[in-house]
């Protein structure tokens, strides 16, 4: 499959590439050189893990006064 560099250096990658390795836009790729050949490679970039999780379960506390919270456990510790 052949495809153009731009003038600002950009490719498009085919479509039915696209669909076939799950690739949406603002996903990054990392893009390897072949050393002593003619071959770039590329394949998607692994996510980093503390960004993927951060604020995950923001929503599930979000709404929790805490010092309520500590309050209500301090008296069920007394019964």
Known sequence: MET????KHQIVIPRNIRKEKNIKAKDKLLIISVPNSDYILMRPAK?????????????????????????KS??????
């Open 47 to 71: 996510k980093n893990a503390t960004a993927y999780y951060a604020g995950i379960a923001k929503q599930a506390y979000a709404k929790i006064d805490i010092s309520d919270y500590i309050e």
């Open 4 to 7: 153009t560099v731009s003038t």
């Open 74 to 79: 301090k008296l069920s510790w007394e019964k």
